[in-house]
């Protein structure tokens, strides 16, 4: 997509965000009656993220040329994602001890929300089994992320390994690769209705829980709120100017897409064929690079996330009048951050997880009620967080000696 074209969907897309809010609170028959376009647009991210995953990681993994740098890019890109996850997180419990918006709060309504319940007794370990999957073909089927991401990167590593033979799967997944991105330019081109359908049926939805953004929940949604936006406005692009090399107003402008993108649809996996042709195409970093540390990041580095269970569990222990010790907010701290990578990219997984970081410190489940009304919204904002700093991670992942010396682009 040209820059012109580029710029034009983008203030559509904001424009679209400020109908579908102004329209979905005043016209909510209308919003909701027109919600099924968000969804066709929904669909069609969702539709591509599959092949997307597979082909740009096999394709990046094998252009990395062999296992040594593969290893070390691998290093490296953890390291970004666990420093950065860290970074929040204790930015999330400086600002949550400061503001205690939970001091005087009710414990009024605590109940546990379907979707807790019904994944409450998973535990680390299981994610950890489900990196491996038995098939899949049904990983693919379900879209789970974090299966494919392994199966790719194996697959990817062992095809350069090969040498002739894996040359013309090679191409094929090359093939693929460009004609997916060529697929989520066209889709682009949909996301002003898009944005617009979406937002204005979640506001249609939630309207009465927009008076509880305002009070009882607000000075809790601030807290989080202010903690996204100083990891996301101070730290985050520091990294990416000392790192990145890049300069970050620009690189956020050029991100405008995807970011919008995520705060719509709350969905960092769905997001990603959107944050990945803005990284390669609008931010010119290397695509090797980017093919690998996007899809990985979706799903297991998220900053916001990480932020946002901290400070929610910190809120519901200064409802529930419990005074956490230094030691037990370093379990927060620990868990959250365990938390958020186990946290699939799509809406509300984080407060799923949560489970972990209440369990952690015997805070009772019933807690998550209580922030569960304004869910939705601290969901979109944490997911723009993600988004953004996975972006940044691959700016610099870009900027490693592994990546910038490399010469050796997909064997020929
Ligand atoms: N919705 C988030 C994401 O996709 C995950 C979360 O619930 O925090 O990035």
């Known amino acids: 997509m040209d820059k012109r074209a580029g710029n034009i969907v983008l203030y559509g897309m904001i424009l679209g965000a400020v109908f579908g809010v102004v329209g979905g609170y005043y016209f909510v028959g209308l919003f909701e009656s027109i919600s099924f376009l968000g969804t066709m647009f929904l669909n069609a991210l969702k539709m591509v993220v599959v092949p997307l995953i ?239 540390v996007l899809p990985l990041g979706a799903t297991i580095n998220m900053d916001g996330t990480a932020l946002y269970e901290a400070v929610a569990a910190m809120f519901i222990a200064q409802i529930y009048g419990i005074d956490l010790s230094v030691g037990q907010q370093m379990i927060v701290f620990l868990t959250a951050t365990l938390a958020s990578v186990g946290a699939a990219g799509i809406p509300h997984a984080g407060t799923v997880t949560m489970v972990f970081v209440l369990a952690a410190v015997g805070l009772p489940l019933e807690g998550i009620g209580l922030i569960w009304a304004i869910d939705w919204f601290l969901d979109r904002c944490r997911t723009t967080v993600n988004v953004w700093g996975d972006s940044i991670g691959a700016a610099v992942i870009a900027q490693t000696r592994e990546i910038k010396n490399n010469s050796c682009q997909v064997p020929d």
């Open 54 to 292: 597979m082909a740009s990681m096999i394709v990046g993994v094998a252009s990395l040329g062999n296992v040594g740098k593969l290893g070390r890019t691998a290093g490296k890109t953890i390291l970004y994602y666990l420093v950065t996850t860290g970074v929040s997180v204790f930015i999330g419990l400086v600002v949550v001890n400061l503001f205690r918006p939970g001091d005087g709060v009710e414990a009024f309504g605590a109940f546990i929300p379907d979707l807790v319940a019904d994944s409450k007794e998973k535990t680390l370990i299981d994610v950890l089994v489900g990196l491996i999957p038995p098939n899949i073909f049904a990983a693919a089927a379900e879209t789970r992320v974090l299966p494919l991401i392994v199966f790719s990167l194996l697959f990817g590593g062992v095809l350069v390994s090969i040498g002739e033979k894996g040359k013309p799967v090679l191409a094929f997944f090359e093939g693929v690769n460009t004609a997916i991105m060529k697929l989520v330019t066209l889709i682009i081109y949909f996301a002003p209705v898009g944005v617009m359908a979406l937002i204005g049926g979640i506001v249609a939805k939630n309207r009465e829980t927009l008076d509880q953004l305002a009070s009882g929940l607000g000075w809790y949604a601030l807290t989080v709120i202010v903690g996204l936006a100083v990891h996301a406005v101070v730290i985050l692009p520091l990294l990416l100017w000392f790192f990145g090399k890049k300069r970050p107003l620009k690189y956020f402008v050029n991100m405008g897409q995807a970011l919008t993108t995520a705060f719509t649809t709350a969905s960092s996996s769905a997001t990603l064929p959107i944050t990945m042709e803005s990284v390669e195409e609008k931010n010119k970093i290397d695509p090797r690079a980017a093919s690998f």
